[in-house]
């Protein structure tokens, strides 16, 4: 990196921040996990602001239903995978970062190894059961853990976990969500989302990921910061830790691809756990189950010999059915169809 850092005059100019808060930034690493709407912004801004590592964790590839608010990417890499596209854009913004993209996903079996390289992790995903995953990992291994999540118009902002001058760490996730994965909150695809906010949620995050590194004691650890784009209003409320004891790493749902799928399809029992109307209108086969009648039908489920693959719109919804058979059935191979079906070619 150029060391008259002449392309951060502006930053360093800001009263408390100058020369040292600059090679703080230089010599931090942090990882990014989810390159989608939060993602985006956020590791545009790091990069841009000179942080020297970033590491870009995600398995999706570039889809039409992403570009309304992942603006890194354009309709002419549609099919392309989103960490690849990405990491080429971001060094070409700053080509003194150094930037590492990882085309995985984030699982109980490599989650502790990954983020062990990186000072900070940020988490921009889209699902419950990874937000916990990192959160649980980040509280073992002693990392803080910048939190975003966004629905509809509302967003939320919080940093996990961080050291404080006491030797104690902030609360993490399950203080504040103890019963995360059995949320019934949809995703953005399901539920919707004002592109405009996973800009203003992404780049609070960037904002939180840099005050960590420089030092400040402005942060927002110990708090959640909310906003409502619609209504303009902000606040920031106050937590507390609870007595919520981490001791391990949960499970992490198998997935399918809907390519793996298709040509064994007939080796697999196929549920669809939306409702019967969902069904109705399309479906790829199989027995249709509604996820809040799965428990009615343990008695089938528990007949079944062959490997099972549940399907939803999203994914969402197949991922908690997963969870709930596997909770009552953990000798059985159970996977849930990645993404659901919203994209397959009908």
């Given at each position: 990196?150029?060391?008259?850092?002449?392309?951060?005059?502006?930053?360093?100019?800001?009263?408390?921040?100058?020369?040292?808060?600059?090679?703080?930034?230089?010599?931090?690493?942090?990882?990014?996990?989810?390159?989608?709407?939060?993602?985006?912004?956020?590791?545009?801004?790091?990069?841009?602001?000179?942080?020297?590592?970033?590491?870009?964790?995600?398995?999706?590839?570039?889809?039409?239903?992403?570009?309304?608010?992942?603006?890194?990417?354009?309709?002419?890499?549609?099919?392309?995978?989103?960490?690849?596209?990405?990491?080429?854009?971001?060094?070409?913004?700053?080509?003194?970062?150094?930037?590492?993209?990882?085309?995985?996903?984030?699982?109980?079996?490599?989650v502790m190894k990954l983020i062990s390289e990186f000072d900070l992790i940020i988490e921009g995903t889209d699902n419950?059961?990874?937000?916990?995953?990192?959160?649980?990992?980040?509280?073992?291994?002693?990392?803080?853990?910048?939190?975003?999540?966004?629905?509809?118009?509302?967003?939320?902002?919080?940093?996990?976990?961080?050291?404080?001058?006491?030797?104690?760490?902030?609360?993490?996730?399950?203080?504040?969500f103890p019963n995360a994965e059995e949320s019934q909150v949809p995703n953005c695809r399901e539920g919707g989302v004002?592109?405009?906010?996973?800009?203003?949620?992404?780049?609070?995050?960037?904002?939180?990921?840099?005050?960590?590194?420089?030092?400040?004691?402005?942060?927002?650890?110990?708090?959640?910061?909310?906003?409502?784009?619609?209504?303009?209003?902000?606040?920031?409320?106050?937590?507390?830790?609870?007595?919520?004891?981490?001791?391990?790493?949960?499970?992490?749902?198998?997935?399918?691809?809907?390519?793996?799928?298709?040509?064994?399809?007939?080796?697999?029992?196929?549920?669809?756990?939306?409702?019967?109307?969902?069904?109705?209108?399309?479906?790829?086969?199989?027995?249709?189950?509604?996820?809040?009648?799965?428990?009615?039908?343990?008695?089938?489920?528990?007949?079944?010999?062959?490997?099972?693959?549940?399907?939803?719109?999203?994914?969402?919804?197949?991922?908690?059915?997963?969870?709930?058979?596997?909770?009552?059935?953990?000798?059985?191979?159970?996977?849930?169809?990645?993404?659901?079906?919203?994209?397959?070619?009908?």
């Amino acid at each position: 990196m150029d060391t008259s850092f002449e392309r951060y005059q502006c930053q360093i100019a800001l009263p408390g921040f100058g020369l040292e808060s600059q090679e703080l930034l230089k010599n931090a690493k942090i990882l990014i996990v989810g390159m989608g709407g939060l993602g985006c912004p956020s590791a545009q801004y790091l990069a841009s602001s000179g942080v020297g590592t970033i590491g870009i964790a995600d398995d999706d590839m570039v889809s039409l239903s992403n570009l309304h608010r992942q603006i890194l990417y354009i309709p002419d890499e549609i099919g392309a995978y989103k960490v690849d596209v990405a990491a080429k854009k971001l060094k070409q913004q700053n080509p003194s970062v150094s930037i590492i993209p990882y085309r995985l996903r984030i699982t109980s079996s490599n989650v502790m190894k990954l983020i062990s390289e990186f000072d900070l992790i940020i988490e921009g995903t889209d699902n419950f059961e990874t937000k916990c995953l990192l959160n649980d990992a980040c509280v073992l291994a002693g990392k803080p853990l910048v939190y975003g999540a966004i629905y509809q118009h509302e967003g939320q902002v919080s940093i996990w976990n961080a050291l404080q001058k006491d030797g104690s760490y902030s609360p993490n996730y399950r203080d504040v969500f103890p019963n995360a994965e059995e949320s019934q909150v949809p995703n953005c695809r399901e539920g919707g989302v004002i592109p405009t906010l996973a800009g203003m949620v992404g780049c609070m995050q960037a904002n939180e990921a840099i005050k960590h590194l420089i030092g400040s004691e402005e942060t927002l650890a110990g708090k959640l910061w909310m906003i409502n784009v619609m209504s303009g209003k902000t606040q920031i409320i106050k937590l507390r830790k609870t007595s919520v004891q981490i001791s391990g790493l949960p499970q992490t749902v198998q997935l399918i691809s809907f390519e793996e799928f298709m040509p064994n399809q007939k080796k697999f029992e196929i549920i669809d756990v939306r409702t019967w109307e969902e069904h109705q209108q399309f479906n790829i086969g199989g027995k249709n189950i509604p996820l809040n009648e799965l428990d009615k039908h343990y008695p089938f489920i528990s007949s079944i010999s062959n490997s099972i693959v549940i399907y939803c719109q999203s994914g969402k919804r197949s991922m908690e059915a997963v969870r709930k058979i596997k909770k009552e059935f953990p000798e059985k191979e159970v996977f849930s169809l990645k993404n659901g079906i919203d994209e397959i070619p009908r």
